[in-house]
């Protein structure tokens, strides 16, 4: 099999080799990754558990003195340079946490053991890594990922390259964060570990639910090749009576119509509860599904699956606490009838048991069963606005931002002075880059990406105002140079 390189011109290969990842994913769609190498008896088993790590550091203008002029670096990197601010002495330790489940696996393997894990990576966190010098992590990752002994152990998920917020970025742009951090996988760990990544995990757990962005957001995940998506609870519902998923512990089938009545629908795995790195650090989904029993689904038997991600190195209890919790829990759940498992690895087994996906329940982003109660799907756009306006008017909680981790934060809302560079930015990408067609092999294609998708992290909104709304908007200017002297 071919290979892709990991750089390109000195920047990461984001971008250039669409029909070759493309194939890739297709090739892989319809054999199971998991299920030949899995040891869990799953007609005995009465509930595992899923756990999975979100890693992230955004890439910043600190290189330098000067704002305008300062080279772009990763976070951790200004970290390491100032561990004298705040709590950037946690650097060596984050530094340990992105490798660390890599040191963890195979120890564990090696007792006869059984351990799980779900690893998310944004693309802006790998190439700030390997900028560093930080070779060891994907040393240490790169063989948890490729060799066979234990390979069934590490499900990677897929992501947007810069950590991108779906509700709030344009569908042409998230799109190419999907298939950026593709080929930037690709680049690092090799086409064949690419075809075993079948599940996506969303910046933020944010699930769209205005209905067309919705829509375009499911069928980027299902163009690019993904099998399933990583839900909050709180942002999806049920169609029949608008309530929360029943028996959330099941995977779901997510369903998204939008205002020309087209719908897409895509395996859901419902993560439970808020965001908080505790449970996943204390291993609290081990211990839930401990108190559970098989469920039925479709009239068969099966193991509900409790599921949890969390950041993999943010707050003391994670970076203190995991790795002891983790190694017990490991030890205690192997081979017992509440194993840990992935959730591709789930899902092999069940429909191996003979459940299909249609015989999953059904979900659909939240507050849309309100627009369909008063909406035709095929109405148009006009007609869906209209109607959105007018629920909004009438209930004050009735919102169409989207829903993530935290319901009380909007990614639209109060970031005009980063939204309006950043749609400066795209809506160029778009006229000079997108409408004309560069190929994306252009290496002006791919600087400008690079740019564009580093703009787009939600971090820049997330703080909301002060250096990182600065940054933000340092780098959503060269973004606009950029197209403006390149293009």
Same mark, same amino acid.
């Given at each position: 099999?071919?290979?892709?390189?990991?750089?390109i011109?000195?920047?990461?290969?984001?971008?250039?080799?669409?029909?070759l990842?493309?194939?890739?994913?297709?090739?892989?769609?319809?054999?199971?990754?998991?299920?030949?190498?899995?040891?869990v008896?799953?007609?005995?088993?009465?509930?595992?558990?899923?756990?999975?790590?979100h890693m992230?550091?955004?890439?910043?203008?600190?290189?330098?003195g000067?704002?305008?002029?300062?080279?772009?670096?990763?976070?951790?990197q200004?970290?390491?340079?100032?561990?004298?601010?705040?709590?950037?002495?946690?650097?060596?330790?984050?530094?340990?946490?992105y490798?660390?489940?890599?040191?963890f696996?195979?120890q564990?393997?090696?007792?006869g053991?059984?351990?799980?894990?779900?690893l998310?990576?944004?693309?802006?966190?790998?190439?700030?890594?390997?900028?560093?010098?930080?070779?060891?992590v994907?040393d240490?990752?790169?063989?948890?990922?490729?060799?066979p002994?234990y390979?069934?152990?590490?499900?990677?998920?897929?992501?947007?390259?810069?950590?991108?917020?779906?509700?709030?970025?344009?569908?042409?742009?998230?799109?190419?964060?999907?298939?950026?951090w593709?080929?930037?996988?690709?680049g690092?760990?090799?086409?064949?570990a690419?075809?075993?990544?079948?599940?996506?995990?969303?910046?933020?757990?944010?699930?769209?639910?205005?209905?067309?962005?919705?829509?375009?957001?499911?069928?980027?995940?299902v163009?690019?090749?993904?099998?399933?998506?990583?839900?909050?609870?709180?942002t999806?519902?049920r169609?029949e009576?608008?309530?929360?998923?029943?028996?959330?512990?099941?995977?779901?089938?997510?369903?998204?119509?939008?205002?020309?009545?087209?719908?897409?629908?895509?395996?859901?795995?419902?993560?439970?509860?808020?965001?908080?790195?505790?449970?996943?650090?204390q291993?609290q989904?081990y211990?839930?599904?401990?108190?559970?029993?098989?469920?039925?689904?479709?009239?068969?038997?099966a193991?509900?699956?409790v599921?949890?991600?969390?950041?993999?190195?943010?707050?003391?209890?994670m970076?203190?606490?995991?790795?002891?919790?983790?190694?017990?829990?490991?030890?205690?759940?192997? $081979?017992s009838?509440?194993p840990?498992m992935?959730?591709t /690895?789930? #899902? +092999?087994?069940?429909? *191996?048991?003979?459940?299909? =996906?249609?015989?999953?329940?059904?979900?659909?982003?939240?507050?849309?069963?309100?627009i $369909?109660?008063r909406?035709?799907?095929?109405?148009?756009? /006009?007609? #869906? +606005?209209?109607?959105? *306006?007018?629920?909004?008017? =009438?209930?004050?909680?009735?919102?169409?931002?989207?829903?993530?981790w935290?319901n009380?934060?909007?990614?639209?809302?109060?970031?005009?002075?980063?939204?309006?560079?950043?749609?400066?930015?795209?809506?160029?990408?778009? =006229?000079?880059?997108?409408?004309?067609?560069?190929?994306?092999?252009d290496?002006?294609?791919?600087?400008?990406?690079?740019?564009?998708?580093?703009?787009?992290?939600?971090?820049?909104?997330?703080?909301?105002?002060g250096?990182?709304?600065?940054?933000?908007r340092?780098?959503?200017?060269?973004a606009?140079?950029?197209?403006?002297?390149?293009f």
């Amino acid at each position: 099999m071919s290979q892709l390189p990991e750089y390109i011109d000195g920047l990461p290969v984001i971008c250039g080799s669409e029909s070759l990842v493309e194939d890739t994913m297709r090739a892989g769609r319809d054999r199971p990754v998991f299920l030949p190498e899995s040891r869990v008896d799953f007609g005995r088993i009465r509930a595992a558990c899923a756990i999975a790590l979100h890693m992230h550091q955004p890439l910043i203008p600190a290189g330098g003195g000067d704002l305008t002029t300062a080279g772009i670096i990763s976070n951790l990197q200004y970290m390491m340079e100032n561990q004298g601010i705040g709590d950037n002495h946690n650097a060596p330790v984050f530094h340990w946490c992105y490798k660390r489940m890599g040191e963890f696996i195979p120890q564990l393997i090696h007792e006869g053991k059984e351990p799980r894990i779900m690893l998310e990576y944004s693309g802006t966190l790998f190439h700030g890594l390997r900028a560093m010098g930080l070779h060891d992590v994907f040393d240490t990752l790169g063989n948890v990922t490729r060799n066979p002994d234990y390979r069934r152990a590490v499900e990677w998920l897929g992501c947007p390259w810069g950590h991108a917020v779906a509700p709030s970025t344009p569908a042409q742009d998230f799109r190419l964060h999907v298939k950026a951090w593709q080929h930037h996988f690709a680049g690092i760990f090799g086409l064949e570990a690419l075809a075993r990544v079948r599940g996506f995990s969303p910046s933020e757990m944010a699930l769209p639910n205005h209905p067309d962005t919705a829509y375009d957001y499911i069928k980027t995940l299902v163009d690019c090749g993904f099998q399933w998506v990583l839900v909050q609870e709180h942002t999806v519902e049920r169609p029949e009576n608008g309530w929360g998923p029943e028996q959330k512990h099941f995977p779901h089938r997510l369903i998204c119509t939008n205002s020309k009545g087209e719908s897409v629908s895509i395996i859901a795995i419902v993560k439970t509860q808020g965001s908080d790195t505790k449970l996943v650090a204390q291993m609290q989904p081990y211990y839930e599904a401990k108190g559970l029993s098989r469920w039925d689904l479709a009239g068969k038997s099966a193991p509900p699956l409790v599921t949890q991600i969390a950041d993999g190195e943010n707050g003391g209890v994670m970076m203190n606490e995991f790795p002891g919790k983790y190694m017990d829990s490991v030890r205690e759940a192997s $081979w017992s009838d509440t194993p840990l498992m992935n959730a591709t /690895e789930y #899902l +092999e087994h069940l429909f *191996a048991s003979g459940v299909q =996906e249609s015989d999953l329940p059904l979900l659909q982003p939240l507050f849309q069963k309100r627009i $369909w109660d008063r909406f035709q799907p095929s109405g148009g756009p /006009e007609r #869906l +606005e209209a109607v959105i *306006a007018e629920l909004k008017k =009438e209930d004050g909680r009735f919102h169409m931002e989207g829903g993530s981790w935290t319901n009380d934060i909007s990614w639209v809302r109060g970031y005009d002075n980063v939204l309006g560079p950043m749609e400066k930015a795209s809506s160029q990408f778009y =006229e000079k880059v997108l409408k004309p067609a560069v190929s994306p092999s252009d290496p002006r294609f791919r600087n400008a990406l690079y740019h564009l998708m580093c703009s787009q992290t939600s971090c820049y909104r997330y703080w909301g105002q002060g250096l990182w709304t600065d940054y933000g908007r340092e780098i959503c200017r060269r973004a606009s140079a950029i197209l403006e002297a390149d293009f």
